[in-house]
């Protein structure tokens, strides 16, 4: 029972398939207030300097529209084509902040997330539909912390804001002795201090926020050991198949070498343990070929293939050790070992009366 709620818990280390599954369905570390946070404070940062401009281009569009109002007469196509005109206007006053807001969302996102294009999560799922599951979602350990982030956000921004106005209270008690532009100054220096603060709160909640989301993805992800095993056998395959595809392969290896037996020109024995095959054309081959090799039981069958064959067996145990430890099957012999082979070759060849 231990070893089964053992091999139940994500203990382990999410693998790279794994993420990349996550990620194609669309299961990324995302805060919301990263956006947030970035939206509001470069906006705040735009609008301080594009204000004048604002309020400039403002004035005189509802100049305009006050100067030449009295000239048209009171019809649906006359108010069709004022309301035309101020919408008109107003949008090309507005757009800059629209722009500047559709392009720090997006790379508020990349910057979390990197590129990122999938319609897994456009898929309908008629679990969600459930009922049950939906309020069971509602009232989730998710929802709860959600909801306490949340008003752990407004607290703060709400305390900050009203200490802000609590320290410029007695300044506020003079403005009705000072012009009407000295008002107005005044409510916006401190509606600026008061959105700076809050900026910067929404920064640091931000960066905790990110975190949180970073390491909740990553408990979300980690993996129980079965799950691992699984995932091991679909990407590497099952171990039992696999070995037994390299015994296959293995015997196929052999077989194809055991018929490159009967070519050799000699098999140089240790002379039981290990059998070793070359063979040597010259003009053809710059050096002389390992065709087979093997010990024990192999070499007792490189052995037999040999005498059925009429290949000579020569002992040399020293060389055929070397052969079998340093050289594979189908490579040429290394040079420091030219002059002993050459030896055995020259012996096999003077027996055979030829050159």
């Not at 990263?34 to 939206?39: C, D, G, H, T």
């Not at 009295?70 to 005109?85: A, K, V, W």
């Amino acid at each position: 029972m231990a070893e089964e709620n053992s091999s139940g818990e994500r203990t382990e280390s999410p693998s790279a398939k794994r993420r990349a599954d996550f990620r194609k369905k669309g299961q990324v570390a995302q805060s919301r207030e990263v956006q947030n946070a970035a939206m509001f404070t470069l906006l705040l940062l735009f609008w301080f300097f594009f204000a004048p401009v604002f309020w400039n281009n403002l004035e005189k569009l509802l100049a305009s529209i006050w100067k030449t109002c009295g000239e048209y007469d009171i019809t649906s196509s006359s108010l069709m084509q004022l309301s035309y005109f101020l919408g008109a206007g107003l949008a090309s006053l507005l757009a800059p902040l629209f722009l500047l807001a559709l392009v720090v969302g997006f790379f508020s996102t990349f910057v979390q997330i990197g590129w990122l294009f999938t319609t897994q999560p456009l898929i309908p799922d008629l679990t969600k539909l459930d009922p049950i599951k939906g309020m069971g979602r509602f009232f989730s350990k998710r929802s709860l912390v959600e909801v306490i982030k949340s008003l752990l956000k407004v607290g703060l921004i709400g305390w900050v804001a009203f200490k802000t106005m609590q320290g410029e209270f007695d300044k506020a008690l003079v403005l009705s002795e000072i012009p009407v532009s000295g008002t107005l100054l005044y409510l916006a220096q401190t509606a600026a201090m008061v959105m700076a603060k809050v900026a910067g709160i929404m920064i640091v909640l931000a960066i905790l926020d990110y975190a949180f989301v970073r390491w909740e993805m990553e408990e979300k992800m980690k993996m129980t050991k079965q799950e691992q095993k699984e995932e091991t056998k679909e990407t590497e395959g099952d171990p039992h198949i696999k070995s037994k595809i390299r015994a296959i392969q293995q015997q196929m290896a052999r077989s194809r070498m055991m018929a490159a037996v009967p070519e050799a020109d000699v098999v140089i024995t240790n002379p039981t343990h290990y059998a070793v095959a070359i063979q040597y054309e010259s003009g053809k081959m710059e050096a002389p070929i390992v065709l087979a090799k093997g010990q024990d039981m192999v070499a007792t069958k490189i052995r037999e293939i040999a005498r059925e064959n009429d290949v000579p067996l020569v002992e040399n145990p020293p060389v055929a050790r070397l052969l079998h430890s340093k050289v594979e099957v189908g490579h040429a012999i290394p040079e420091e070992m030219f002059k002993a082979v050459a030896e055995i070759l020259a012996y096999v060849y003077s027996l055979k009366g030829t050159r």
